[in-house]
């Protein structure tokens, strides 16, 4: 009897896999002519292989555990009439989809690809253009996005909708994706333990990246570029920034990245290069800054108040013309250690630190922060004299402003 | 009657005539000339691209162009008065005399900081570059910084016959519009921080030619995202063709008033 139910067990799994394994092939002369027919026929962890062609379908909605891979990058055309794939299952794979036409809509969040409240999913080799979202995940967890291009078209913020967007999810990576042209780059919000790596986000029209009350999480390697006011990060605790530049946000109202109500973060190893404002620093405690480069922004640093117990240690601050912005006392921040390009002092014990100290902030940086207006006597020759006398003899700029150790050398 | 403004004319032209070259006889135009020309070597030496080049450049061209314009001024009109007296005996039109010996000087000037910087530049490029706006923005602004004060330091030394009287109010003329003007407009900015203060600080730059200058120049750099929203502002009125027409006119202006000043006081003035 044992042996029996062994063997039926064996062959059970054997025709099993068979059967819920099987691989259905669509295409335009195939059986199966659409994707929404293919998954109807499917069972439990079968393949979709699409072949190339064009499926002009929307609404398709992915209810069982499926792997849907594209051959040669199918086109899936949503003709404008809404959301395309709603995954709504756990264990999906999409691969190798060429999407295109999201619909457009005031009133719901159409996006190209949709996870609903599933696990395990991976989005892979995906490339979506001419989108209102792009991939949309809503209240899922472990999960991955990764490889993908996302090009938008979009021209005003209030009609286009967001290159990856995450929403209450967790524990998801995304990585090696790159997103043009859409509102904002990779959106998260209320999403936690999420690690978002070697992403290139540029030309957008908003941030390049956004969070809002997302913690824990992890960004490591990413690009932004050139996004219509640089990154935005928002009300979240025990984040991590590794080594990602920020790069070209420049215009009035841009920045490289702006920090707001963040607490107990980490910055290290990152690029802050061309932005008019490298870091836009507000209402956030205990991070440290480590081993950044501030390169040729016009404000390194702008600190608008209710900072406490920040460290700025080893950071290159160079060619800026502003190297810090401060506008309230200095609380219990830290500046040590670090090179500043307009450093002109000395080292006669030639320990590697100047031996006078660095004032960071300009009289005249001070002086525009009171009174906005007198930006417009930038680079007169009134304001390079008032700036000479105010280093050599401080008068009005925060005494205990100062970076004490000053390095006569570029950290590596 | 057409002869004889013919001769007058011609006249004016050939004082000035003789003011440029005996300028460019004297080896200051060639200092001059030189220093600009180095400087534009060097900058562009040590930094390749023209559009950096530029913004150091015009930290020099609004201190030094000024400044020089006055001491040259001052200093020629002084060191060719006995000529000047002489020409008086002659039966020559007062106005051609100093207008002649004005627009020698400014000319020459105007010749030395066009040519020492358009060399460099026009070798390094400047043609194919897109700077090339930027940089003739630049050039212009410099020949009219000349004109005007040049013309200001005439000004002052003919109604001063004490020569060092005459140049301590030119430098005092020059710190006043390049230095302590901006130290009463940085004052009037901050004291009157309450109130809306667009217009006043618009119209604060109209009147200052370095000041005007400078903002024209650092508004067509990349420079001018730092000026934010007070940058915004000027944008909106600079950017438009009716604020280049007037800042153009200004600075015309500028230049017209001293001109017309010297001849005025030239024609009247007991020698």
Redesign the interface.
């Known amino acids: 009897m044992g042996k029996i139910s062994v063997f039926v067990g064996l062959l059970w799994l054997f025709f099993g896999n068979h059967l819920w394994a099987g691989t259905i092939t669509v295409c335009n002369s195939c059986e199966v002519k659409t994707i929404r027919e293919g998954i109807a026929v499917a069972a439990d962890f079968d393949t979709l292989l699409i072949k190339k062609g064009t499926y002009k379908e929307y609404n398709i909605q992915v209810n069982k555990p499926l792997t849907i891979i594209g051959e040669n990058y199918p086109v899936v055309d949503g003709e404008d009439q809404g959301e395309i794939i709603t995954i709504v299952s756990n264990n999906v794979t999409i691969d190798g989809l060429f999407i295109i036409n999201v619909g457009t809509s005031y009133t719901a969040d159409y996006a190209a690809i949709r996870v609903v409240k599933s696990e395990d999913f991976l989005i892979q080799n995906v490339v979506l253009e001419k989108l209102f979202f792009g991939i949309y995940l809503e209240k899922c967890k472990n999960g991955k996005v990764y490889n993908n291009k996302i090009i938008g078209d979009a021209v005003d913020e209030y009609n286009s909708g967001n290159g990856i967007q995450l929403w209450y999810s967790q524990n998801i990576v995304v990585e090696r994706n790159i997103v043009q042209h859409v509102r904002d780059g990779i959106y998260l919000e209320f999403s936690d333990n999420i690690i978002i790596e070697n992403n290139i986000s540029s030309n957008n029209l908003r941030y390049g990246l956004h969070f809002m009350f997302s913690n824990d999480d992890i960004y490591k390697n990413n690009t932004f570029e050139n996004n219509g006011a640089g990154v935005a990060v928002m009300f979240s605790k025990r984040i991590k920034m590794l080594g990602n530049t920020f790069k070209k946000n420049?215009?009035?109202?841009?920045f490289g990245v702006l920090l707001k109500e963040i607490n107990d973060a980490e910055i290290t190893g990152n690029t802050f290069e061309e932005n008019?404002i490298g870091i836009s620093i507000e209402g956030s405690n205990r991070i440290n800054y480590s081993k950044n480069n501030f390169i040729k922004n016009?404000?390194a640093i702008k600190v608008r108040g209710a900072c406490y117990a920040n460290t700025f240690i080893h950071n290159n601050f160079m060619y800026n013309?502003f190297d810090l912005a401060y506008n309230s006392n200095l609380n219990d921040n830290i500046f040590e250690e670090n090179y500043w390009s307009n450093y002109t002092g000395y080292d006669l014990d030639r320990n590697g630190m100047g031996d006078v100290p660095y004032r960071p902030v300009k009289l005249f940086s001070y002086?525009v922060n009171?009174?906005?207006?007198?930006?417009?006597?930038?680079?007169?020759?009134?304001?390079d004299?008032i700036d000479f006398s105010e280093k050599v003899s401080p008068v009005f700029t925060p005494d205990a402003l100062v970076d004490a150790k000053p390095l006569m050398k570029k950290i590596k | 009657m057409p002869s004889r403004q013919y001769q007058l004319t011609t006249r004016m032209i050939k004082i000035l005539k003789y003011s440029f070259y005996d300028l460019m006889r004297s080896r200051w135009s060639y200092v001059y000339f030189l220093f600009y020309l180095l400087l534009g070597f060097v900058l562009l030496f040590l930094n390749n691209e023209l559009s950096k080049a530029v913004i150091t450049l015009?930290?020099v061209i609004?201190?030094l162009v000024p400044l020089i314009g006055t001491i040259f001024g001052v200093m020629y009109y002084y060191n060719s008065k006995e000529f000047t007296e002489l020409l008086l005996a002659q039966p020559i039109k007062r106005s051609s005399i100093f207008l002649g010996q004005y627009f020698g000087v400014a000319g020459s000037l105007t010749m030395s900081l066009v040519l020492g910087l358009g060399i460099p530049f026009a070798l390094y490029g400047l043609f194919e570059s897109n700077a090339i706006w930027d940089f003739s923005l630049l050039l212009i602004t410099g020949a009219f910084l000349t004109l005007i004060f040049t013309a200001v330091a005439f000004n002052i030394a003919l109604s001063n016959e004490n020569r060092i009287k005459g140049f301590g109010y030119a430098v005092l003329a020059w710190l006043f519009l390049?230095?302590?003007y901006?130290?009463l407009?940085?004052m009037s900015?901050?004291v009157f921080?309450e109130y809306p203060?667009?217009s006043f600080?618009l119209v604060a730059?109209m009147f200052n030619p370095i000041?005007l200058s400078?903002?024209l120049i650092?508004l067509k750099l990349?420079?001018s995202?730092?000026?934010?929203?007070?940058?915004?502002i000027?944008k909106q009125f600079f950017g438009t063709n009716f604020g280049l027409v007037m800042s153009i006119c200004m600075l015309l202006l500028w230049t017209i008033i001293p001109v017309w000043r010297l001849s005025y006081v030239a024609k009247r003035k007991d020698f």
Do not use: C, Q
Request: glycine residues 8%.
């Open positions: 420049w215009g009035t109202a841009s008019t016009g404000w013309s002086i009171r009174t906005p207006e007198t930006i417009i006597l930038l680079r007169s020759l009134f304001m004299i | 015009m930290n609004i201190v390049a230095v302590i901006d130290g407009f940085l900015l901050i921080e203060l667009d600080s730059t000041d400078r903002t650092l990349d420079i995202a730092l000026l934010g929203y007070t940058g915004a000027f």
